[in-house]
């Protein structure tokens, strides 16, 4: 029996031993090190990710948001903390937090200045799932960041960095709280960034866990007392983090089960042929289980037989009110002109959309020809010198018709020659030559105005 055992053990051990697939240990502390620093180019990747998340929730485009997370360079630091306190590098922390807290605040700016000035203010749903953030979004960060800290140990990375990206959502939350405080809405702000700082501790700790179990060799702390106080600042902050999540998801699993109590109550006591509910709603401040129903009456006698039942079904502190007959098509009425109220307004948010559109289109319109007025100064500054021959010159934006349609379009230069000078053909040559790259027009036309 003893060998049996101790030959399971041995082929579970070969095959969920870590230790020889590890990468240097040296080596990793310096990759990971090396991703905290968020300046340059890291930087501008990290706004321009916020843009096109933010952009994702502005339309509600799942694609895009993905996107957005699979450039977002915000990993770096979390797992450079998490890192920092596994071997008790204490500057490698200060590095990692000072980043992490410089790209979070650059990230809510950018996120709150889009928000500003888009068109599209209304909540999508992409932008709602992200302000009430569940214990199911601690044990997603968890897990996500212990795969992310096992690729990063280990050879043959394959795609889990980015994986762990779109499953943790770092992206999104902080965008969500950019629109929070671009509509001045606080509940949206504090719900998404409470998301954000789940997304950020439990990763953090994964790392931490990760990096003590593949065996990292340990910085000594100054001191035995100093190293207790950072682990219990560490748990500390986790059991807070963890705290109103799990409230959180106590209440929506509450009302989801409610939800299907209702479900089965309706099935069971109050489906007749000829009947059908259209609507059953629980309202828990009123404590009333609403039920809207068309076709075939229920009979009051079955409904207060599905009354004294309620309590079968988890639902014996509530009330039903049922709704049907004429009631039911004065709330169908209702809802309907509702509808079309909601599209009414869906036409309207469009049509103001097309017409920003045109307003765009016609300002950059506008914008090609009066461009034209200052540049002439400066162009014709700049010619006095390369060329002499030239006094002064004009800059227009021409549109020549060819035939009954096709329009020819380019940058029309009335040249000025000096006093006693002309310009040769080789010399306009070089001039038309100089002033296309100078406007940076597709075609230049140089016409000399006679003396």
């Not at 461009?371 to 010198?385: F, G, I, K, M």
Request: with cysteine.
């Amino acid at each position: 029996m003893t060998l049996h055992f101790d030959t399971l053990r041995k082929t579970i051990s070969e095959y969920f031993n870590l230790l020889p697939d590890m990468e240097d240990r040296q080596a990793v502390v310096e990759q990971i090190s090396q991703g905290v620093s968020f300046r340059g180019a890291n930087l501008w990747v990290l706004i321009f990710a916020i843009f096109i998340a933010s952009l994702g929730l502005n339309v509600n485009s799942t694609a895009v948001i993905i996107g957005a997370m699979l450039i977002s360079p915000l990993m770096g630091p979390i797992i450079g903390m998490g890192l920092a306190i596994g071997i008790n590098d204490i500057e490698l922390f200060r590095k990692a937090g000072r980043n992490f807290a410089v790209a979070t605040l650059i990230s809510v700016l950018t996120a709150m200045v889009y928000f500003l000035v888009t068109p599209l203010d209304e909540a999508q749903s992409e932008l709602l799932a992200r302000t009430s953030p569940t214990i199911y979004d601690v044990l997603i960060a968890t897990f996500g960041g212990a795969a992310g800290i096992t690729a990063l140990c280990t050879r043959g990375k394959g795609n889990v960095i980015p994986g762990v990206a779109i499953a943790t959502a770092l992206m999104p939350p902080l965008c969500t709280a950019g629109f929070g405080l671009a509509t001045g809405n606080v509940l949206y702000f504090l719900g998404a960034f409470y998301l954000f700082f789940i997304n950020t501790v439990f990763i953090t700790i994964s790392t931490y866990l990760g990096v003590r179990l593949m065996r990292f060799p340990k910085r000594q702390f100054i001191s035995a007392e100093r190293a207790t106080r950072a682990k219990q600042i560490i748990w500390t902050v986790v059991v807070l983090t963890m705290v109103p999540a799990t409230v959180m998801t106590l209440g929506i699993v509450r009302r989801g089960l409610s939800d299907s109590y209702v479900r089965k109550f309706v099935k069971n006591e109050l489906s007749q042929s000829g009947t059908q509910v259209i609507s059953q709603d629980v309202d828990r401040d009123s404590m009333v289980v609403r039920i809207v129903a068309v076709g075939k009456e229920i009979t009051p006698s079955k409904r207060a037989e599905a009354e004294r039942r309620l309590s079968f079904y988890g639902l014996g502190d509530y009330r039903l009110t049922l709704i049907q007959g004429a009631q039911s098509d004065s709330l169908l009425e209702l809802t309907s002109r509702l509808k079309q109220v909601a599209t009414s307004k869906a036409d309207d948010q469009k049509r103001v959309a097309e017409l920003t559109a045109r307003v765009s289109d016609l300002h950059e319109q506008l914008e090609s020809y009066t461009r034209y007025v200052p540049l002439s100064v400066q162009v014709s500054r700049e010619a006095a010198t390369l060329f002499p021959q030239v006094e002064s010159i004009v800059l227009t934006r021409v549109s020549e018709a060819l035939g009954d349609t096709a329009q020819c379009q380019y940058v029309a230069a009335i040249v000025h020659p000096a006093k006693a000078k002309r310009l040769s053909g080789d010399e306009q040559r070089r001039f038309g030559l100089w002033l296309k790259a100078r406007t940076e027009a597709d075609s230049v036309a140089v016409f000399v105005a006679p003396r």
